[in-house]
Each structure stands twice: as structure tokens, then as C-alpha cells.
């Protein structure tokens, strides 16, 4: 059995690190190397890395200063530690099924693709309840060149969309990260940078099936941060100049674009923010024209 290296950044997880710590050592893919980085958190979750850290030899854990830098960076501080042959990414208030890790690690080897992505589960916190997308019978699995992935982008059946953004719910090949790095200066760091490793693969397998329990919290990033930074247009700016380098077609990215822009002007309008609102109205006209 190959190593594999599971990367769990830590913030002030409160009572849901416990669960979610559980239900990664009790995988019943057992070869793990278990890496925590406490970025600073200051409400007891260093505590409870260290109780796990102490029971579990397969953990290994990285405490950053007080404060922290932010999800990107304590991802950034774990990839040189990486020495599994495969990784992946779970946030420290959700939880896995029990085969989540032998599922996708079947999945990418048994179909040679370099990324294995399943599907996920919300779970509303605020409600104590689950939100199911999927039922059993939309289960397929199929093989994606990284050209047929991107044109699922923005595909919201069975939440797809969110699928292609987020680095969790995914198994990859750890020579896919070589030069790779989050941005530690963004609050929402994934649709900078989960793009760029499938364009690095050869072959994608996705499996429409519930492996993973994404728990939805209103202190959540993508809940209390400014909407320019949940939905950047920075980022898409970028896509469009590697896709039409790479002579993909851009048409959805750039319907996204023009979507962002609007968001973005409205947001700033309310702000009275008029210098961001009219560099955003002049992107909007040049499109326009």
C-alpha cells in the first residue's frame, strides 16, 4: 500500500476537530501520513492536535505562530513535508466515510488518472441537518481529459461546480504540487489554485458519489468575508490567459467573468467604493463593446 499523505489545516476548530480527526485515523485505507498544522489557533485545538498527535504515530504537527497566515499558508507550510506517494486535503470541521481515501486511491489507480475526485454532502449546521445533492442513482464514474473537466467548471448539477473549485473531496499525485503554492495573501485561496493541477494532469477520474461531509457554518470564510474575495476576478483573469494560451475554449470562463464583474460593481456601489466600482464598470463597457 502506497503512502499517502492527508493535510489538515487547523484554526480554532472547536468541537468539530475531534470528529473530524476520528474519522481520518479510523480510514480503512491504513498507510496514512496524518499532517496537522495548527496555524495558530487560540481556543484549545492545539491542545487536541497534540492528544493526537501522541496517540497516532502516523501524525505528524506543525504549530505556526499565534494569529496564523491564513488556510493557504498552513497548506503551504505542509506541502514540503509531503513524503506520500499521494495527497489530500481535508478542513478541520468536516469528516469523512469510513473508505473515502481506499475509494479515491482505487479510483486514480485503477483508471491511471493522476486526480480521483468524489462528490460530497453538506451538512447545515445551523439546522442539524443534512443537505442531500445525490441520490444512489446518479452514480457514474467517468475519465476526464483536463480540457473535458474545465467544461464542467460550471456545471451546478449535482454541485459540480463546487467540485471543480475545492481542493478537498480529491486524491492527487504529490508530483503534481511541484512549484505549486497557494496565495497566502487571499482569504479564499482554492479558485486561484486547484485549477492549475488538473491542467498538470493527464487524466481526471470522477466518481458521482458521496465520500465526504462538508459542514456549512455561518462563521464559515466564504460566509464572512467580502464577496469580491469569495468570487475574485483576479483569478479568472488568469484561467482565460492560460486556457486561450493552451487553446481551450474560454466562453464559459469569460460568461463567469462578466457575472463576477456585475457582482463586483453592485458590491462596491453599495460600499461607496466608486473607485473599484467604476474600474469594474470599464471592464463591463470594454466587454460590451
Same mark, same amino acid.
Given at each position: ?112 488518472? =493522476? *486526480?480521483?475526485?468524489?462528490?460530497? %454532502?453538506?451538512? /447545515? #449546521? @445551523? $439546522? ?5 445533492? &445525490? ?90 468575508? =467580502? *464577496?469580491?474575495?469569495?468570487?475574485? %476576478?483576479?483569478? /479568472? #483573469? @488568469? $484561467? ?5 494560451? &493552451? ?43
Amino acid at each position: 500500500m502506497p503512502k499517502i499523505s492527508v493535510v489538515v489545516p487547523v484554526y480554532n476548530a472547536g468541537d468539530y476537530l475531534v470528529p473530524c480527526l476520528d474519522s481520518i485515523i479510523q480510514q480503512t485505507y491504513t498507510n496514512l501520513e496524518i499532517i496537522l498544522v495548527n496555524d495558530g489557533s487560540t481556543d484549545g485545538s492545539a491542545a487536541v492536535c497534540e492528544r493526537y498527535r501522541r496517540q497516532d504515530s502516523r501524525i505528524r504537527l506543525v504549530h505556526k505562530p499565534l494569529g496564523g497566515g491564513g488556510v493557504g499558508s498552513a497548506r503551504n507550510s505542509a506541502l514540503p513535508l509531503i513524503t506520500g506517494d499521494y495527497v489530500l486535503f481535508v478542513d478541520n470541521d468536516d469528516w469523512l466515510e469510513p473508505n473515502h481515501i481506499e475509494y479515491l486511491y482505487h479510483s486514480l489507480t485503477e483508471t491511471g488518472s =493522476d *486526480i480521483a475526485i468524489a462528490n460530497f %454532502t453538506e451538512f /447545515i #449546521e @445551523e $439546522r442539524q441537518a443534512f443537505h442531500f445533492h &445525490l441520490q444512489a442513482e446518479d452514480y457514474y464514474q467517468k475519465i476526464y481529459t483536463p480540457e473535458e473537466w474545465f467544461a464542467k467548471e460550471y456545471d451546478t448539477q449535482y454541485c459540480l461546480s463546487q467540485c471543480f473549485t475545492v481542493p478537498w473531496c480529491k486524491l492527487y499525485k504529490t508530483s503534481l504540487f511541484e512549484n505549486i503554492i497557494y496565495p497566502w495573501e487571499e482569504k479564499v485561496e482554492d479558485d486561484y489554485t486547484t485549477w492549475k493541477l488538473y491542467l498538470l494532469a493527464e487524466r481526471i477520474v470522477f466518481s458521482n458519489i458521496s465520500l465526504y461531509y462538508h459542514r456549512k457554518r455561518s462563521t464559515s470564510v466564504t460566509k464572512t468575508v =467580502d *464577496i469580491p474575495s469569495v468570487f475574485p %476576478t483576479k483569478s /479568472i #483573469e @488568469e $484561467r482565460v490567459t492560460m486556457l486561450t494560451l &493552451l487553446g481551450y475554449d474560454t466562453s464559459a470562463e469569460l460568461r463567469a467573468y462578466r457575472w463576477r464583474l456585475q457582482l463586483h460593481a453592485d458590491y462596491y456601489l453599495e460600499k461607496g467604493m466608486m473607485r473599484e466600482y467604476q474600474r469594474c464598470l470599464q471592464k463591463i463597457r470594454l466587454l460590451e463593446k
